[in-house]
Nanobody
Framework: QVQLVESGGGLVQPGGSLRLSCAASGFTLAYYAIGWFRQAPGKEREGVSCMNPSDLSTYYADSAKGRFTISRDNAMNTVYLQMNSLKPEDTAVYYC????????????????WGQGTKVTVSS
């Protein structure tokens, strides 16, 4: 069964950190680009970061630059999103998605979606 499962969300104070995980099963993550998206209450889903499978090039939304880091562990079939210096406006449900490339991710040509993990940044 093909699945992407996110974990690592939770409640964190402003300025804190979280590491989200996106674990794949039923397919080899190393051959796919992985993107992270988020959707805040009442807002549209937005792209946060993406990593290509071949050259491991990465992309970040302006809101994530300098604070978030995407990485992958192909041996674990898992991609991570390290989030530092979290702000209340980072509160959202975070989703990972797999596609052939970050270009496909950006144009919504998604092969697989995860179910999401909730991040709440609040004091």
């Amino acid at each position: 069964q093909v699945q992407l499962v996110e974990s690592g969300g939770g409640l964190v104070q402003p300025g804190g950190s979280l590491r989200l995980s996106c674990a794949a099963s039923g397919f080899t993550l190393a051959y796919y680009a992985i993107g992270w998206f988020r959707q805040a209450p009442g807002k549209e889903r937005e792209g946060v970061s993406c990593m290509n499978p071949s050259d491991l090039s990465t992309y970040y939304a302006d809101s994530a630059k300098g604070r978030f880091t995407i990485s992958r562990d192909n041996a674990m079939n898992t991609v991570y999103l390290q989030m530092n210096s979290l702000k209340p406006e980072d509160t959202a449900v975070y989703y990972c998605a797999a596609a052939g490339s970050c270009e496909h991710i950006a144009t919504a040509k998604i092969d697989y979606w995860g179910q999401g993990t909730k991040v709440t940044v609040s004091s």
